[in-house]
């Protein structure tokens, strides 16, 4: 059996862990600080969502751009997530249509603008 967790570069880790939850869903499962009393020094977090895991890295310790990379995420909570992602504001790449599979997708955009392509089960 074979897992993979996406690894993607944002800016802020205090601002792309409260997206990450209240829109997809992730919960925290660690994050590495430079200093556990300063919220600003978190520098690397894993989250979790079922069975799925996602790393999130700040670009300035990751040593690339933030923002330049994404994944898919197919789940049986497909309206779930794009209603949140509405109430949020979150910014839509495309809203719900068709992909050239057959199945309904949206894509979002998180604050550093990578990229995340929500697919219905």
Known sequence: MMHIAPVL????LEAALPWYRDIL?????FVNRHD??????AFY???SAETS??????DLEMEQIAGQSGFELT???FDEIHAAAKAHGASFYFDICLNPMGDENFALNDPDNNRIV????
């Open 36 to 41: 556990e009393a300063e919220e600003a020094s």
């Open 75 to 77: 789940t049986d909570r």
């Open 25 to 29: 869903g992730f919960e925290e499962v």
């Open 9 to 12: 570069t944002v800016t802020s």
């Open 118 to 121: 929500v697919v219905r089960e």
């Open 45 to 47: 977090a894993v989250l």
């Open 53 to 58: 895991f996602l790393h999130i890295g700040r």
